[in-house]
Structures are given as C-alpha cells and as structure tokens.
C-alpha cells in the first residue's frame, strides 16, 4: 500500500469517509448488540414518510448516513485500481451506497414482521369459552363478571346473560358484546 500522502485526491476521500464511517458503524453495532442503542439518536429536520409510505423506520437518519458512506467509500477504495473511469468509479459506489441503505431496509422490515401484538382488544374474547367470577344476574338486570384466556393472559371482564341467572364456576360462551364494552353470554 502506498503512502497515504501520496494517494491521489480522490482515494484520500474515499479513505476520510470510509474510516470515521466504519468506526461509527462499530459503536453503533456495539450499542444496538448491549441493548443501549433505542435510536439513532439523531432526527432529521422534516417528515421523511415520502407522502403516505408506510416505512419501519425513518429514511433520513443517522444510521442510514453511516450505511451509505460505508458502500460508498468501501466501494471506492476497492475498485480505486480496477476502474480507470473516476465518474464511472463514483457512479458505481453512490450505487452500492444506496444498496446498503436498501439492504437494511430490508432487514429491518423483515425483522419488523416477527413482531407481535399482544394489546387486548375486546372483541378477541367473541366465541371464547371462560368462567363466571362473579354471579350473573337474570335477563340483563345486573352485572356479573368472568375470567377468560385471551392471548395468554386471564382477563376478567364484566358479562351478562339474556337468560336465567348464571352462578360463579358456571363454563359460558361469548356471544356477543354490547355498546358498553360488556360480554354477552350463555351457559355451556
């Protein structure tokens, strides 16, 4: 390898924006593998939704500044004595820069899809089976309660009945939910 002040201008570049990069991108692998890293950190200035996309994340951060520097300047270093062409040479590493911006697009909205939603939403508890908790009063004049697995999780939710009076321990089906968020149900 050659002395680095000897280097044409254009590899120096290549060189300036490849090292700072690769440094950053380390930390931030670092921090993101320890479970210190919850952002970048770093916001840009305007909404970068591009008009209604659906993103996982925002497209003009940080960590996509560093991503685009590393394909570029590692692409540039690297074919710096096979291209002859520089504007080919700089054509070729804004590509690969914009490669690895959309390659951690990928990831991360593939990474995206193994998520899951576990927030309760009442009408998940529709055709479940569960346990009177509290005693439920005749024909719709009072409340009583049941406890139901939804998602993992025992919930005890306010139920009545448009039958007769149904006792705690009694097995019921959810049949409907009425206005007010309260389970509608029947004996099993």
Do not use: C
């Not at 925002?58 to 960590?63: G, L």
């Not at 479940?128 to 719709?140: A, D, H, R």
């Not at 009945?161 to 007010?180: F, P």
């Amino acid at each position: 390898m050659e002395n680095f002040s000897e280097m044409e201008f254009l590899l120096k570049v290549f060189w300036y924006l490849a090292i700072p990069s690769t440094l950053v991108f380390l930390v931030q692998t670092i921090m993101t593998f320890i479970g210190a890293d919850a952002t970048d950190g770093l916001e840009a200035d305007f909404d970068s939704n591009l008009e209604g996309a659906q993103g996982p994340f925002q497209f003009f951060s940080f960590r996509n500044l560093i991503h685009f520097l590393l394909g570029f300047a590692w692409t540039g270093i690297s074919f710096y004595s096979i291209i002859e062409n520089k504007t080919l040479l700089i054509g070729i590493s804004l590509l690969v820069g914009l490669g690895f911006v959309g390659v951690f697009f990928l990831i991360i909205s593939q990474i995206k899809k193994l998520a899951e939603d576990n927030t309760f939403q009442i009408k998940d508890a529709l055709g479940k089976t569960g346990e009177v908790y509290l005693t439920i009063p005749s024909k719709k004049s009072g409340i009583g309660k049941v406890q139901i697995s939804i998602k993992g999780s025992f919930k005890e939710l306010r139920a009545i009945t448009e039958s007769e009076t149904i006792k705690s321990g009694t097995l019921v089906r959810v049949k409907s939910i009425d206005s007010d968020n309260i389970l509608v149900v029947e004996k099993l």
